[in-house]
Protein backbone atom coordinates (compact mmCIF):
# COMPACT_ATOMS: atom_id res chain seq x y z
CA UNK A 1 0.00 0.00 0.00
CA UNK A 2 1.49 3.83 -0.87
CA UNK A 3 2.15 5.47 2.25
CA UNK A 4 3.78 9.30 2.97
CA UNK A 5 5.02 9.15 6.93
CA UNK A 6 6.14 12.56 7.84
CA UNK A 7 8.36 13.46 10.89
CA UNK A 8 7.98 15.05 13.21
CA UNK A 9 4.38 15.20 13.74
CA UNK A 10 4.75 19.10 15.19
CA UNK A 11 8.26 21.18 15.98
CA UNK A 12 8.66 24.37 18.11
CA UNK A 13 11.71 26.64 16.83
CA UNK A 14 12.66 30.19 17.88
CA UNK A 15 12.19 32.73 15.29
CA UNK A 16 15.71 33.06 13.44
CA UNK A 17 16.57 29.03 13.44
CA UNK A 18 17.01 26.73 11.24
CA UNK A 19 14.70 23.72 10.73
CA UNK A 20 14.32 20.26 8.76
CA UNK A 21 11.02 18.23 8.01
CA UNK A 22 11.32 14.79 7.26
CA UNK A 23 9.47 13.14 4.62
CA UNK A 24 9.64 9.27 3.87
CA UNK A 25 7.37 6.97 0.91
CA UNK A 26 6.57 3.92 -0.41
CA UNK A 27 4.89 5.20 -3.18
CA UNK A 28 6.21 3.50 -6.36
CA UNK A 29 6.44 3.31 -9.25
CA UNK A 30 7.34 7.19 -8.41
CA UNK A 31 6.44 10.27 -10.89
CA UNK A 32 7.17 13.05 -8.21
CA UNK A 33 6.84 14.83 -5.00
CA UNK A 34 5.26 17.86 -3.91
CA UNK A 35 5.70 19.90 -0.27
CA UNK A 36 2.85 22.16 0.42
CA UNK A 37 2.64 24.69 2.85
CA UNK A 38 -0.92 25.08 4.60
CA UNK A 39 -1.89 27.84 7.11
CA UNK A 40 -4.03 27.71 9.78
CA UNK A 41 -7.80 28.23 7.95
CA UNK A 42 -6.10 27.83 4.68
CA UNK A 43 -5.87 25.63 1.74
CA UNK A 44 -2.44 24.05 1.10
CA UNK A 45 -0.53 26.39 -1.66
CA UNK A 46 2.74 24.79 -3.34
CA UNK A 47 6.28 25.05 -2.28
CA UNK A 48 8.23 22.91 -4.38
CA UNK A 49 7.66 19.82 -6.78
CA UNK A 50 10.47 17.55 -7.83
CA UNK A 51 10.78 14.55 -10.90
CA UNK A 52 12.57 11.83 -10.17
CA UNK A 53 15.72 13.17 -12.08
CA UNK A 54 15.35 15.99 -9.46
CA UNK A 55 17.50 16.09 -6.25
CA UNK A 56 17.32 19.42 -4.72
CA UNK A 57 14.71 22.31 -5.23
CA UNK A 58 14.75 25.80 -3.94
CA UNK A 59 11.60 28.55 -3.38
CA UNK A 60 13.15 31.68 -1.75
CA UNK A 61 14.02 29.84 2.31
CA UNK A 62 12.72 27.02 1.75
CA UNK A 63 15.26 23.94 0.17
CA UNK A 64 13.75 20.57 -0.94
CA UNK A 65 16.18 17.42 -1.12
CA UNK A 66 14.92 14.02 -2.55
CA UNK A 67 16.71 10.88 -2.96
CA UNK A 68 14.73 8.65 -4.88
CA UNK A 69 16.79 5.46 -4.09
CA UNK A 70 15.87 5.74 -0.20
CA UNK A 71 12.30 6.94 -0.57
CA UNK A 72 12.79 10.23 1.41
CA UNK A 73 12.68 13.67 1.15
CA UNK A 74 13.30 16.33 3.26
CA UNK A 75 12.05 20.19 3.60
CA UNK A 76 14.88 22.97 4.86
CA UNK A 77 13.56 26.51 6.40
CA UNK A 78 15.85 28.94 6.86
CA UNK A 79 16.34 31.66 9.07
CA UNK A 80 12.63 31.06 10.07
CA UNK A 81 10.44 33.62 10.50
CA UNK A 82 6.89 34.19 12.38
CA UNK A 83 4.95 33.41 8.92
CA UNK A 84 6.61 30.18 8.75
CA UNK A 85 4.10 28.82 10.87
CA UNK A 86 2.21 26.42 9.33
CA UNK A 87 1.36 22.94 8.81
CA UNK A 88 3.66 21.28 6.15
CA UNK A 89 2.25 18.59 3.51
CA UNK A 90 4.47 16.08 1.83
CA UNK A 91 2.62 14.34 -1.57
CA UNK A 92 3.93 11.83 -3.44
CA UNK A 93 2.60 11.13 -6.97
CA UNK A 94 2.55 7.64 -8.76
CA UNK A 95 2.54 7.91 -13.02
CA UNK A 96 -1.33 7.89 -14.30
CA UNK A 97 -2.71 5.10 -14.82
CA UNK A 98 -5.40 4.98 -16.34
CA UNK A 99 -8.02 6.02 -13.63
CA UNK A 100 -9.61 9.61 -12.87
CA UNK A 101 -7.77 10.87 -10.33
CA UNK A 102 -4.26 11.88 -10.15
CA UNK A 103 -2.51 9.31 -7.65
CA UNK A 104 -1.76 11.49 -5.27
CA UNK A 105 -0.75 9.81 -1.24
CA UNK A 106 -0.61 13.05 1.11
CA UNK A 107 1.33 12.74 4.50
CA UNK A 108 -0.31 13.72 7.82
CA UNK A 109 1.44 17.36 7.66
CA UNK A 110 4.21 18.77 10.59
CA UNK A 111 3.28 21.64 12.61
CA UNK A 112 5.44 23.68 13.01
CA UNK A 113 5.59 27.08 15.04
CA UNK A 114 7.90 29.76 15.16
CA UNK A 115 7.76 31.44 18.31
CA UNK A 116 9.32 35.05 19.07
CA UNK B 1 -5.22 33.69 -3.32
CA UNK B 2 -4.88 30.83 -5.10
CA UNK B 3 -7.68 31.87 -7.74
CA UNK B 4 -10.17 29.29 -6.05
CA UNK B 5 -12.67 30.31 -4.05
CA UNK B 6 -15.16 28.43 -1.47
CA UNK B 7 -18.66 29.03 0.24
CA UNK B 8 -19.31 29.20 3.30
CA UNK B 9 -16.00 29.36 4.85
CA UNK B 10 -17.45 28.09 8.39
CA UNK B 11 -21.09 26.26 8.67
CA UNK B 12 -22.77 24.38 11.00
CA UNK B 13 -25.18 22.04 10.25
CA UNK B 14 -27.67 19.31 12.20
CA UNK B 15 -27.76 16.10 10.93
CA UNK B 16 -31.07 16.24 9.57
CA UNK B 17 -30.36 19.81 7.35
CA UNK B 18 -29.77 19.91 3.92
CA UNK B 19 -27.13 22.25 2.57
CA UNK B 20 -24.92 23.29 -0.05
CA UNK B 21 -21.40 23.79 -0.04
CA UNK B 22 -20.06 25.73 -3.34
CA UNK B 23 -16.34 26.20 -5.25
CA UNK B 24 -15.50 28.43 -7.95
CA UNK B 25 -12.12 28.82 -9.68
CA UNK B 26 -10.84 31.75 -12.31
CA UNK B 27 -7.63 29.98 -13.46
CA UNK B 28 -9.31 28.46 -16.61
CA UNK B 29 -9.10 24.93 -15.27
CA UNK B 30 -10.70 21.82 -16.38
CA UNK B 31 -10.58 19.32 -13.43
CA UNK B 32 -11.90 20.46 -9.95
CA UNK B 33 -11.79 18.24 -6.58
CA UNK B 34 -13.37 17.78 -3.61
CA UNK B 35 -11.09 17.20 -0.70
CA UNK B 36 -12.45 16.32 3.09
CA UNK B 37 -9.44 17.63 5.84
CA UNK B 38 -9.93 15.71 9.37
CA UNK B 39 -7.32 16.12 12.12
CA UNK B 40 -4.46 14.26 11.99
CA UNK B 41 -5.42 12.41 9.36
CA UNK B 42 -3.88 13.04 5.54
CA UNK B 43 -6.44 14.53 3.00
CA UNK B 44 -9.04 12.32 1.75
CA UNK B 45 -9.99 12.53 -1.84
CA UNK B 46 -14.17 12.26 -2.61
CA UNK B 47 -14.39 13.53 -6.37
CA UNK B 48 -12.84 14.33 -9.05
CA UNK B 49 -14.27 16.07 -12.32
CA UNK B 50 -12.81 16.28 -15.43
CA UNK B 51 -13.94 18.72 -18.15
CA UNK B 52 -17.37 18.07 -16.05
CA UNK B 53 -17.47 14.26 -16.02
CA UNK B 54 -17.29 13.03 -13.06
CA UNK B 55 -14.02 10.73 -12.85
CA UNK B 56 -13.56 9.33 -9.30
CA UNK B 57 -16.02 8.59 -6.15
CA UNK B 58 -13.85 7.37 -3.55
CA UNK B 59 -16.31 5.37 -1.60
CA UNK B 60 -18.09 8.20 -0.27
CA UNK B 61 -21.42 8.13 1.08
CA UNK B 62 -24.23 8.93 -0.98
CA UNK B 63 -24.93 11.44 1.76
CA UNK B 64 -22.47 13.33 0.02
CA UNK B 65 -23.94 14.62 -3.52
CA UNK B 66 -21.56 16.13 -5.91
CA UNK B 67 -22.17 18.58 -8.36
CA UNK B 68 -20.02 20.10 -11.63
CA UNK B 69 -22.63 22.26 -13.79
CA UNK B 70 -19.32 24.01 -15.61
CA UNK B 71 -15.51 23.74 -15.62
CA UNK B 72 -15.47 26.74 -13.14
CA UNK B 73 -18.38 25.85 -10.32
CA UNK B 74 -18.61 22.69 -8.21
CA UNK B 75 -21.04 22.10 -5.32
CA UNK B 76 -21.33 19.61 -2.86
CA UNK B 77 -24.45 18.86 -1.12
CA UNK B 78 -25.10 17.82 1.76
CA UNK B 79 -27.57 15.94 3.30
CA UNK B 80 -28.49 13.66 6.35
CA UNK B 81 -24.85 13.75 7.79
CA UNK B 82 -22.93 12.21 11.24
CA UNK B 83 -21.16 13.86 13.32
CA UNK B 84 -18.20 12.43 12.21
CA UNK B 85 -18.74 14.34 9.09
CA UNK B 86 -17.20 17.42 10.71
CA UNK B 87 -14.27 18.10 8.93
CA UNK B 88 -12.32 21.02 6.01
CA UNK B 89 -13.49 20.59 2.72
CA UNK B 90 -11.52 21.46 0.59
CA UNK B 91 -11.85 22.39 -3.32
CA UNK B 92 -9.21 21.89 -6.00
CA UNK B 93 -8.72 22.44 -9.43
CA UNK B 94 -5.94 21.73 -11.64
CA UNK B 95 -5.28 22.36 -15.71
CA UNK B 96 -6.60 18.86 -16.38
CA UNK B 97 -6.80 15.28 -14.05
CA UNK B 98 -4.68 12.61 -14.59
CA UNK B 99 -2.13 14.14 -15.89
CA UNK B 100 1.61 13.12 -14.21
CA UNK B 101 2.94 16.65 -13.51
CA UNK B 102 -0.79 18.04 -12.78
CA UNK B 103 -0.41 20.82 -10.14
CA UNK B 104 -3.59 21.38 -8.19
CA UNK B 105 -4.83 24.78 -6.85
CA UNK B 106 -6.60 24.49 -4.24
CA UNK B 107 -9.16 26.70 -1.75
CA UNK B 108 -9.12 28.57 1.57
CA UNK B 109 -12.03 25.34 2.61
CA UNK B 110 -15.24 25.05 4.63
CA UNK B 111 -15.01 24.21 8.04
CA UNK B 112 -17.77 21.99 8.74
CA UNK B 113 -19.41 20.82 11.69
CA UNK B 114 -22.08 18.75 12.27
CA UNK B 115 -24.23 18.45 15.64
Known amino acids: KNQVEQSPQSLIILEGKNCTLQCNYTVSPFSNLRWYKQDTGRGPVSLTIMTFSENTKSNGRYTATLDADTKQSSLHITASQLSDSASYICVVSAPYSGGGADGLTFGKGTHLIIQP | ETGVTQTPRHLVMGMTNKKSLKCEQH?????MYWYKQSAKKPLELMFV???????ENNSVPSRFSPECPNSSHLFLHLHTLQPEDSALYLC??????????????FGPGTRLTVL
Open chain 2, 49 to 55: YNFKEQT
Open chain 2, 27 to 31: LGHNA
Open chain 2, 92 to 105: ASSQAAGTTYNEQF
